[in-house]
Each structure stands twice: as C-alpha cells, then as structure tokens.
C-alpha cells in the first residue's frame, strides 16, 4: 500500500496528467540496485524497445535513492533521440541494443532524491559502477490508460489507475 499511495501521490498525477493526458495508469515500477563490477555497463535502448505500445510514448520517472554519479552507473541519453520514434532493437546477453553509434551521449548525474524524466523513446543507458557502494533507484513508468501492448493488441487493463479525468482516481 505505501508503493502504491506513492505512485499516485499528487505530484505524480500532476507531472503524468501534463505529459499523458487525463487518463493514467502505472504502467511499471522497479527498484534497480546496480553492484560494483568491472567495466559493465547496460547498453542503448528505448525503453519501447522491450515491449513496444501504442501509442508507443509513455514516460519514466527515474528516481535517485542514492547519488547517482558517472563512477556509480548514473544514465545517459542521447538528447533529441526520442523524435526518431521506435529504432529496431538487437537482444544481447546484456539486454536489447538499439543504438551501437558513436554518440558517447550525455550523463545525468543525480543527486539522492533527485529525479530524471524522460520518454521512453528516448535512447539511454546506465555505465558502469566503478565503485565500491550500490548506485540505487525506483523507476515508475506511466502510460496513457488506453495503452495496449503493440506486439498483440491487448490492453494494459491490469495497470493500477493512477488518474482518471486529470484527478488521483482510486476506483
């Protein structure tokens, strides 16, 4: 119950009704914990890239529970990459590529409590974590609640609601 007052916290229905629409619903949520490792990092990709949507943006929010930092594993994007919509994706031992260009893209650094918002079409990924503590986060993503799976044509209708109309909806 605390995840989910969370999520559904006004400032959550505030950010997501301005990026979506009146209409949200949780589409994910994770707790990602990065190890120290030697020299590995999660490749490009798009978040669409996993299970493609229509319409395919829905957003991240990608919350800092501890610094994250270019030594720790923090993410990096490829600014403007998102207006490029959905690029076709390779699976990798290390999970699904979609950008192998030059590009070494831009860090985002946060600090604890910090949060990065981006779009799922937006090519990113995380570096690796030369340190010896665990880079934390919790990342929550929201889509429009007509959202259905691309690949097969279903609905989302299992999603928590998030907002209804542009208000917390707990129906």
């Given at each position: 119950d605390n995840f989910?007052?969370?999520?559904?916290?006004?400032?959550?229905v505030q950010?997501?009704?301005?990026l979506i629409g009146p209409d949200v619903r949780l589409y994910w949520n994770q707790a990602v914990f990065k190890y120290p490792e030697t020299q590995k990092e999660f490749p490009w990709h798009q978040d669409d890239g996993y299970t493609p949507l229509d319409p395919a943006q829905y957003y991240t929010c990608w919350l800092a529970l501890s610094d994250a930092t270019v030594e720790n594993g923090c993410i990096w994007v490829l600014p403007g990459s998102h207006k490029n919509g959905i690029q076709p994706h390779q699976r990798t031992e290390l999970g699904q590529v979609g950008y192998f260009g030059d590009d070494p893209g831009v860090p985002v650094p946060l600090e604890k409590g910090s949060m990065a918002v981006f779009s799922s079409l937006l090519f990113h990924r995380s570096g690796p974590n030369l340190t010896n503590g665990v880079r934390k986060a919790y990342i929550i993503q929201y889509i429009p609640?007509?959202?259905r799976n691309a690949r097969n044509n279903e609905p989302f209708t299992d999603r928590l609601w998030v907002a209804k109309d542009g208000k917390q909806y707990d129906g």
């Amino acid at each position: 119950d605390n995840f989910r007052a969370f999520v559904k916290q006004d400032k959550f229905v505030q950010l997501t009704t301005g990026l979506i629409g009146p209409d949200v619903r949780l589409y994910w949520n994770q707790a990602v914990f990065k190890y120290p490792e030697t020299q590995k990092e999660f490749p490009w990709h798009q978040d669409d890239g996993y299970t493609p949507l229509d319409p395919a943006q829905y957003y991240t929010c990608w919350l800092a529970l501890s610094d994250a930092t270019v030594e720790n594993g923090c993410i990096w994007v490829l600014p403007g990459s998102h207006k490029n919509g959905i690029q076709p994706h390779q699976r990798t031992e290390l999970g699904q590529v979609g950008y192998f260009g030059d590009d070494p893209g831009v860090p985002v650094p946060l600090e604890k409590g910090s949060m990065a918002v981006f779009s799922s079409l937006l090519f990113h990924r995380s570096g690796p974590n030369l340190t010896n503590g665990v880079r934390k986060a919790y990342i929550i993503q929201y889509i429009p609640a007509h959202a259905r799976n691309a690949r097969n044509n279903e609905p989302f209708t299992d999603r928590l609601w998030v907002a209804k109309d542009g208000k917390q909806y707990d129906g």
